[in-house]
């Protein structure tokens, strides 16, 4: 077991805008709602939990910046459907835990402004639907040609890490220049050997900076996993900026 | 003769005789091999056809596939 701490955090990604460098404390929360079924003839509360669980996205304080991609492009738009949600807390290494949902809801935005003081911003976000424990498979970094993360690292989830009910894939592009190129087509892969890998998911194909979720259609996810990148009709010297992490269901095989 | 296999799903495999230890220490000199779905490949590494065949990602392709045939002339 480690600690981390703050330095740790590898990238904060809200859709396909990068809040990492502005943002100095963020809250992230789960709270199962519970009901008192107390009947008569009993003295003490009884209380069961349906089952539900809720998710947030709280106590966000960060630096107020009008950068293309950061934190008031991302939140003064309000745009109300859910985008992607991901945050590397222990490293931006391939392997490493990073939180993720598909369900971030913009539901909060506030600008404070004092004298003396740099502006800031902050951002409530709620979650709709599962909030993942994903493994960074591609940490947010630029790729300037097609590849795969083999030839940085791949990921190994251990003997156990292969799940038999699908997975979530997680994709967020924070800087595309496809210099003429069609689009860039990230894919999911996997592996029993480490050998040879097989496409597990495609992403769609990006012409623009964006974020995505995808639940995989194969249901074997197995122990090693990997993505390639490619730029179709690769034209120039086309650049991408991206972070993709996986969470592999249970049951493990 | 090497077997040959269907491709039912794209792979990624090393271009050369596959050195899986190589592999997992990240052999830096790997050049990577990406077959399409649909393809009929033979240079598949052996260690790893027994998993693809059992998850159905590639198939058997069963006799030596026909060359390709040239249509005669039948004038004359």
Excluded at chain 1, 56 to 71: F, M, R
Excluded at chain 1, 89 to 99: K, P, S
Aim: with cysteine; hydrophobic share 40%.
């Amino acid at each position: 077991m480690a600690k981390y701490g703050s330095a740790d955090v590898g990238f904060l990604l809200v859709g396909p805008y990068n809040l990492t460098s502005v943002s100095s404390k963020l809250e992230d929360s789960v709270t199962r709602e519970t009901q008192d079924i107390t009947p008569f003839g009993t003295s003490t509360a009884a209380l069961a939990a349906p089952g539900l669980s809720k998710f947030e996205i709280s106590g966000h304080e960060a630096w107020y910046d009008d950068a293309a991609d950061s934190i008031n492009a991302a939140m003064v738009g309000m745009a109300s459907t859910a985008t992607v949600f991901m945050m590397a807390i222990a490293g931006n290494v391939n392997g490493r835990q990073a939180v993720c949902s598909a369900g971030a809801i913009r539901v909060g935005y506030k600008r404070s402004f004092s004298v003396g003081e740099y502006h800031k911003a902050s951002m409530d976000l709620a979650i709709t639907g599962a909030r993942d424990e994903a493994t960074i498979v591609h940490a947010l970094s630029q790729v300037s040609d097609d590849g795969n993360t083999e030839t940085v690292v791949d990921v190994d989830l251990g003997a156990a890490g292969g799940g038999t009910t699908g997975a979530h894939v997680y994709l967020s592009c924070t800087q595309l220049a496809l210099t003429g190129s069609t689009n860039l087509l990230v894919t999911f892969e996997d592996s029993v050997d480490g050998d040879t890998y097989a496409s597990q998911q495609a992403m769609t194909a990006l012409t623009t900076v964006g974020a995505e979720y995808r639940a995989t259609t194969d249901q074997t996810v197995n122990r090693y996993v990997a993505c390639k990148w490619v730029f179709t009709g690769k034209a120039g010297t086309p650049t991408a900026t991206f972070a993709l992490a996986v969470k592999v269901n249970s049951p493990h095989a | 003769m090497a077997k040959s296999y269907r491709l039912l799903r794209e792979l990624r495999y090393p271009d050369g005789p596959s050195n899986l230890a190589k592999r997992r220490a990240k052999d830096p000199d790997v050049v990577w091999k990406i077959a399409p779905e649909g393809s009929i490949q033979t240079d598949i590494p052996p260690g790893s056809i027994p998993w693809l065949l059992e998850q159905g990602k590639i198939e058997e392709v069963k006799g030596t596939p026909s060359p390709t045939k040239v249509k005669e002339d039948s004038d004359g």
